[in-house]
């Protein structure tokens, strides 16, 4: 980073110690000059010693908010930290999973309703209002007769359905029923898949909230090295033995 030197020389003149001294105590109490102003020491101001306070300038960036920020949207921390750049990816990311999700939930509900359509004219059921587990039911037996045999055989008379009810089915063919076991497991699938596209979603806004933090230090560190601290150096003119003034070096980076 390249160093700008701005030099300023004060030339005062010495006649009288307590002279010389009434002239720097306002340089001292402007600047918060500390001590030992002769001795030729570097001195080192913050920059809103020597600026004004309505002079505006740029603010570091919290660490937890862009965190936080990331957390609720991805990307958002790292534009918040001026770190857009890299966050962009994980706000495109989070678009793409919820899409996915989407299209998970849209598929796999059309497969649910054409498998319960399926069975409804091959098995004579009615699909509405039944539990899922109905459907998984229908699809293990031929008939609600073989059915609830196995569950007395099973001694789960609890889980029996009443024969003359809207529960019964009879498949026309052990195919149909292998048909639309298989629909039926292909949208559970579906259902299933969501599971992982939310793990991912998740896993995405931790991964924005840890870049997003990256972000910040980034910008906190070239804020500190742009801003830089004020260097200032004083010198007596003539040296000790013929003093006639002093010799102001002020330097900031940038």
Not at 59 to 71: C, E, F, Q, W
Not at 216 to 221: D, G, T, V
């Amino acid at each position: 980073m390249a160093t700008m030197k701005w030099v300023v020389v004060l030339t005062v003149v010495l006649s009288l110690g307590g002279v010389a001294q009434g002239i720097l105590s306002p340089i001292s109490s402007r600047y918060e000059v500390q001590q030992h102003f002769f001795a030729g020491n570097t001195i080192s101001l913050a920059p809103s010693a020597l600026f004004p306070d309505d002079v505006t300038s740029p603010r570091k960036k919290s660490t937890g908010l862009a965190a936080i920020y990331s957390l609720l949207l991805p990307g958002m921390g790292e534009l918040y930290a001026d770190g857009f750049e890299s966050g962009k990816y994980f706000l495109a990311a989070e678009g793409v999973l919820w899409l996915t999700y989407a299209s998970f939930e849209i598929y796999g509900n059309q497969l649910r309703d054409d498998s319960r359509s399926f069975a409804q004219a091959h098995a004579g059921i009615t699909p509405s209002n039944k539990a899922d587990q109905y459907f998984v039911d229908i699809g293990n037996f031929g008939d609600i007769r073989a059915y609830n045999d196995k569950k007395l055989r099973d001694r789960e008379p609890e889980k029996l359905y009443q024969e003359a009810s809207n529960y019964t089915w009879q498949w026309d063919s052990d195919l149909s029923r292998a048909t639309y076991r298989d629909q039926r497991i292909s949208s559970e699938n579906m259902y299933n898949n969501r599971k992982f596209v939310v793990a991912a979603v998740l896993l995405n806004h931790v991964a924005s909230a840890i870049n997003a933090v990256r972000s910040a230090i980034s910008y906190n560190k070239a804020l500190d090295d742009a801003m830089g601290s004020l260097d200032i150096r004083a010198d007596v003119m003539g040296g000790w033995m013929n003093p006639h003034g002093v010799m102001l070096t002020i330097t900031k980076k940038f």
